[in-house]
Nanobody, 124 residues
Framework: QVQLAESGGGSVQSGGSLRLSCAVS????????LGWFRQAPGKEREGVAR????????YYADSVKGRVTISQDSTKNTVYLEMNSLKPEDTAMYYC?????????????????WGQGTQVNVSS
């Protein structure tokens, strides 16, 4: 079992920044891939970024590439999503998830453990 808890969401203006955090606990040995996903009202959940807790290899969706950085602090068992130059279309509930492998494409169905989400609102 893996438990994930997101924090750091909020409301910002276009062009602003936020740092989301995901506290990870439990048996992560079998779920070393950590990802961030988002879901806007009426839309499907989409992958934003992911990082391997083993290799630290990262992947970013084209929609956020260059504006977002995913990182991990193994000493704190925390994964971060630094988001800059935020746009109104980034408004969504953001979820942290863990899964057994970091394969592409980044699909929600490959991740078995999920947090409750943290809301990000970007106003124009």
């Amino acid at each position: 079992q893996v438990q994930l808890a997101e924090s750091g969401g909020g409301s910002v203006q276009s062009g602003g920044s936020l740092r989301l955090s995901c506290a990870v606990s439990g048996n992560t040995y079998r779920s070393p891939c950590l990802g961030w996903f988002r879901q806007a009202p009426g839309k499907e959940r989409e992958g934003v970024a992911r990082i391997s807790s083993v290799t630290s290899g990262t992947y970013y969706a084209d929609s956020v590439k260059g504006r977002v950085t995913i990182s991990q602090d193994s000493t704190k068992n925390t994964v971060y999503l630094e988001m800059n130059s935020l746009k109104p279309e980034d408004t969504a509930m953001y979820y942290c998830a863990s899964g057994p492998s970091c394969r592409l494409p980044l699909r929600p169905t490959d991740f078995g453990y999920w947090g409750q989400g943290t809301q990000v609102n970007v106003s124009s």
